[in-house]
């Protein structure tokens, strides 16, 4: 007897927790949707204010990238909606799984300002929600008390690390996401862009020149002042150098940058301040690239599923529940003022970075650029045969897609 | 038995095997000689995104009226396997520095296959060695304790290997526990996975503490099966440990050392796990990475079926160029025992 009223209580507790839940949304959903991510922050924020209204699914994936497209493709969708980045974006569009929003934000999307409509030839296929770039964090206790004014360029920023490594205060000066991949093709993407203006002569590439020479070698440099170990660090890794207090500089995510101040996680509460990335030349632009992210929503479901995903999507963009959680990201919303956080994305963009130059070809440039920069920081490699490497390899990839 | 009996007993594996093991190596063997494309168009597109519009000139794949990808397998004979094989920077490499390895390397597939071939070599002794020294020493327990002790054995054996490959990352990366305890103990800073070849040795270790128990399986059940009357008459003879071992207990067990030996090389020359589970992709790649790789999307939705699948038929000959000398040997044996 007792266990069954202890079951009961269980139960209608849920039901209690259930009903104070749906009270939290005004939506009431009742149509299934299901949704696709990244896991960052910026993403637990929206979805979770989207899960309130009930009949939600996210899953949220760091490699969410892999199954984006596959997933979209099938019919119907194995996803109602999705969240993409600047870059995959452009995979969802070529492979034409997306559908245009145009009647869904004349309907539901009053809340939106128009910088955050995506259009592709007129037509709006993404609502961004945010910004996001690789900009310079930095440990201010560390630098007033060394005396060094904060870096702007990236010579001044070896010549800070070598003070602070000097004074010994941090196990390593520098901090960066260099891990093999992926990340490690996006620091070549940013600091080239601060060096040159393009990747691409037509569809061929043009990296193999002073440009990419130089931004070999400032890599390599900036190598020395990290933890050796960096072919395998990643944002979460330089997240949490930086949160235990082992490094004092790097060029970080803007989405990491409400976690410093985390009080459960980090120890530097307060004492990580943000700047725009830092130039690679005196007089160029911030050597980092400006990327947007933002919901999809799939063609491949029922007009009615689309319709619910869209509802709640508003549910999750909401520039009050945006503003309520303003450090998690650069949100695009003007309702509110940007949190203390945000502030090194927004200088990074004002000072002229390139947004990323997202296309098939550049995609398949990253990806080279990710697998074979790792011998050069090593020393397997000279810079020479590395730039050279890297165009091989881009042209035998490139004429298998057919883009050559 | 009868010829039509033989056939309905075999037929339904027969059905199997070719349906999940011959028609799909069939597929890779005929993919790994073509490009698998999108049909491409070029066009201009405007872009209006949070910072701005504008107008480029693209590459998009054609979308057929479902509004699905039109893709076009193309003939290219052997391109893929040139493509990764690169014969012509090969030989001049070769021709023109001398051998000059570090040259060599900088091409992913010999730098796949040499890592490849010295784990598959390095970790078969030890496995095989440190299993049968495990299992005498096992068999010569008092018996209430033989259990127990075999169940700890096998526990390695037992972990997923991504798990158990992750686990042991962490106790070395960065701070990792048993980073700090060398630190403490050697008082110098250390950094197992700023190189290659401290990587490489976690890896090898890693493969032999998780294969040995299976090895040490086998054997300790062959040893259950050695004539007990001819260690006593060998004893009698005079012959002591090391020479009963050699001249009694190991060919006994030859048959099972050689069967560890097959499935070890298969395995092991499979490397993929530890390159994961290590993130050692940027220092070491294994032939099964480069497969996995090439299936990899990328952030395009693309990816290299051609070059996977040629590197897969290239995983096979190796495989099967490596078991020729084994099998070579148990087909012999075979043939001696009939006649």
Redesign the interface.
């Known amino acids: 007897m007792k266990k069954i009223i202890v079951i009961f209580a269980i139960f209608t507790s849920f039901f209690f927790l259930a009903g104070t839940n749906a009270k939290a949304c005004e939506l009431n959903n009742s149509v299934p949707v299901t949704s696709l991510s990244a896991g960052f922050d910026a993403w637990k924020v929206v979805t979770s204010a989207m899960e309130e209204c009930g009949n939600f699914t996210p899953t949220l994936d760091q490699e969410y ?6 997933s979209l ?1 099938s019919n119907p969708s194995q996803f109602t909606m999705a969240g993409v980045s ?3 974006n ?8 997306t559908r245009p929003l145009d009647d869904l934000v004349a309907k539901y999307g009053d809340s939106l300002q128009d ?8 037509k709006i296929m993404a609502i ?1 929600m945010m ?1 996001n770039a690789q900009h310079l964090f930095y440990r201010e206790d560390i630098l007033s008390d060394l005396g060094i004014d904060i870096p702007t360029t990236y010579d001044e920023l070896l010549k800070a690390a070598k003070v602070i490594k000097d004074a010994g205060v941090v196990d390593y000066p520098l901090g960066g996401t260099f ?3 992926w990340n ?1 093709g996006e620091e070549f993407v940013n600091m080239y862009l601060g060096f040159a203006d393009s990747f691409f002569d037509g ?1 061929m590439p043009a990296v193999n020149n002073n440009d990419g020479y130089e931004t070999l070698k400032m890599m390599k440099k900036l190598t020395e002042y990290m ?6 660090s990643d944002s979460t ?1 330089v997240q949490q150098q930086f949160q235990q207090g082992k490094i004092a500089l790097a060029n970080l995510w803007a989405s990491r940058a409400g976690a410093m101040d985390n009080a459960e996680e980090s120890t530097v509460v307060g004492l990580v301040k943000f700047a725009s990335a830092p130039k690679a030349k005196k007089n160029g632009k911030p050597a980092s690239t ?1 990327w ?1 992210d933002g919901v999809v929503i799939a ?1 491949n479901v029922t007009d009615e599923e689309a319709e619910a995903a869209f509802k709640l999507a508003m549910v999750g963009l909401d520039p009050a529940n945006l503003g309520a959680n303003p450090e998690a990201a650069p949100w ?1 919303s003007n309702a509110f003022d940007p949190a203390p956080s945000n502030i090194g994305a927004i200088l990074t ?1 004002k000072s002229g970075a390139a ?1 990323y130059p ?7 440039l ?2 080279v650029l990710g ?1 074979a920069i ?2 050069y920081l ?1 020393g ?2 000279t810079a020479k ?1 590395t730039l050279e ?1 890297i165009e091989a390899d881009y042209i ?2 490139a ?5 050559l | 038995m009868k010829k039509s009996t033989f056939l309905v007993f075999t037929m339904p594996s027969f059905i199997m095997m070719t349906l999940f093991i011959a028609l799909p190596l069939l597929i890779v063997l005929i993919q790994s000689f073509q ?1 698998n ?4 168009e070029t066009i201009e ?9 504008k107008t ?1 000139t ?4 054609v ?1 057929d009226e479902n ?3 039109i893709k ?1 397998n193309i003939w290219v004979g052997f391109q ?1 396997y040139k ?1 990764i094989l690169k014969f012509e920077q090969l030989s001049s490499v070769i021709s023109n520095d001398g051998f000059e390895w ?2 060599i ?2 091409i ?1 597939f010999y730098k796949a296959l040499r890592f490849t071939l010295t784990f598959t070599f390095i970790t078969l002794p030890f496995v095989i060695i440190l299993g049968l020294i495990l299992a005498l020493c096992v068999n010569v327990l008092i018996n209430r304790l033989k259990g127990p002790i075999i169940f700890i054995t096998l526990l390695p054996f037992i972990i997923t290997p991504v798990i158990g490959a992750l686990s042991i990352k962490w106790l070395f ?2 701070d990792g526990i048993l980073t700090l305890f060398l630190e403490n103990i050697l008082d110098k800073d250390i ?6 070849w401290t990587i490489e040795i976690l890896m090898l270790f890693y493969r032999v503490w998780h294969t040995i128990p299976f090895a040490f399986v086998i054997f300790y059940a062959g040893l259950q099966t050695v004539d007990k009357e001819k260690i006593e008459a060998a004893f009698v003879d005079g012959a002591n440990r090391l020479q009963r071992l050699r001249f009694i207990i190991i060919p006994h067990i030859m048959p099972l050392i050689v069967f560890v030996a097959l499935i070890h090389l298969m395995d092991s020359y499979r490397v993929f796990d530890e390159i994961v589970g290590f ?1 050692a ?3 070491r790649i294994s032939l099964q990475w480069m497969t996995y ?1 090439f299936l ?7 990816r ?1 079926i ?2 996977a699948s040629a590197t897969s038929v290239l995983t096979m000959i190796g495989i099967i160029i490596i078991l020729i000398p084994v099998l070579r040997r148990t087909f012999k044996e075979q043939k001696e025992k009939r006649l």
């Not at chain 2, 494309?37 to 491409?40: E, G, K, M, Y």
């Not at chain 2, 950094?191 to 290659?196: E, I, K």
Request: proline share 3%; hydrophobic share 35%; charged share 25%.
């Open positions: 990238r892999d199954k984006l497209v596959a493709e600047a870059s995959t452009v995979s969802v569009l070529d492979a034409g799984v910088n955050q409509k995506i259009v592709i030839d007129g961004a910004t891990k093999s991949g490690l569809n933890d050796p170990e960096y072919l395998t890794y400006l947007w063609k695009l963009a947004p997202a296309s098939a070809k550049m995609s398949t990253h990806g697998a790792g011998d090593t397997a490699a045969a490497k035998t990839a004429t298998e897609k057919g883009l | 490009f494309q999108d049909v491409l597109r405007e872009n209006c995104d949070p910072f701005g519009c480029e693209i590459t998009v794949p979308l509004g699905n990808k076009n893929n493509n570090s040259k390397r900088s992913d990366i960065g950094a197992l996975f700023s190189q290659g993130s992709s940027g220092f790789d990899r999307i990328d952030d395009s939705g693309t290299s051609g070059r």
